[in-house]
């Protein structure tokens, strides 16, 4: 079956609208990104593309949820996988910072910014080395606190467009599905968001985490039959980040393109390793978990 464009077109038209009207009244509030408030706004903001889409599900479409979002709480392999992949990422992302002319390590934490100095003084009260604090850290609210906002998104991008695009094959859809996720993100960037100091750099490196990202969360999706895993990888991502920005110096704008060039090395392994189904190949929309 073609996908059936109306359905993405309108999930996709009340995702960017929610999400943006709230963000824009956040700014025109008096919020600032980075300040400790925009951290609560951030997460809420993740909640709007699994909460349109579960509403156009049941209330619009008067279709099931839980199948074919493949919202399966049931672990197996590939959750392990999700979690543990966003650390090997920002590890790779940490070391290609550090090969940028002028770079170096910093132990203390001191590649963090001022605003975040309540965050150190709680990773050095954890009584451990501030990397091992900072890694113990990531990977305990990855699959916890961080998947709640990581799933918030997933059950769209690898929930309801998945189950929509998923005839096109698993390269079309990834493709589609990171693009129109990184578009998502670009009234953000007018708003400061994520990097003030480097806002064009920022918003490429944006973009381009999102297209390298896609297939990676793709690939577990696949796997491991569930968007819960996404959630867990997402989350991990995002509690795994400061990992790839607090322990270096002076990488200037190129440090935003550190975690896309460990996302690229990564599609790059899974392409070569034969791990990727073929271009053309329909994916099932609500596999059972580890079978396609």
């Not at 359905?7 to 009340?14: I, K, P, Q, T, W």
């Not at 992949?85 to 963090?112: I, N, Q, T």
């Not at 110096?249 to 090395?265: F, M, S």
Request: aromatic residues 12%; hydrophobic residues 55%.
């Amino acid at each position: 079956m073609s996908p059936n464009w109306r359905r993405v077109a309108l999930f996709y038209g009340a995702t960017f609208g929610l999400t943006h009207v709230l963000s824009v009244g956040y700014v025109l509030a008096g919020g600032s990104w980075g300040s400790p408030s925009s951290f609560a706004v951030a997460n809420a903001l993740m909640l709007c593309p699994g909460l349109v889409a579960i509403g156009l599900q049941r209330f619009v479409f008067r279709d099931r949820i839980v199948g074919p979002f493949a919202l399966h709480f049931r672990p197996n392999r590939w959750f392990v996988v999700a979690w543990l992949l966003p650390l090997l990422v920002m590890l790779g992302a940490l070391a290609f910072s550090l090969l940028v002319p002028d770079a170096h390590y910093a132990a203390d934490m001191g590649g963090l910014p001022v605003e975040m100095d309540s965050f150190k003084r709680q990773v050095v009260g954890m009584g451990l080395p501030p990397f091992v604090g900072m890694l113990l850290l990531g990977l305990v609210l990855g699959p916890t606190v961080n998947a709640v906002g990581g799933l918030g998104e997933e059950i769209g991008w690898r929930g309801f467009l998945y189950q929509e695009l998923a005839s096109l094959g698993f390269w079309r859809c990834s493709l589609l599905t990171g693009l129109l996720w990184a578009f998502w993100h670009v009234p953000l960037l007018f708003e400061g968001y994520p990097d003030p100091q480097h806002p064009v750099a920022g918003g490429i490196g944006v973009v381009a985490f999102a297209m390298l990202l896609a297939p990676v969360l793709q690939f577990i999706r696949w796997r491991s039959g569930s968007v819960v895993a996404c959630g867990i990888l997402h989350g991990t991502m995002s509690s795994t980040r400061l990992i790839s920005v607090a322990f270096v110096l002076d990488a200037g704008p190129w440090a935003d393109a550190a975690v896309p060039c460990a996302l690229l090395v990564v599609n790059i392994v899974l392409l070569c390793a034969g791990l990727l189904p073929g271009a053309r190949r329909p994916l099932r929309p609500s596999a059972p978990a580890g079978v396609n």
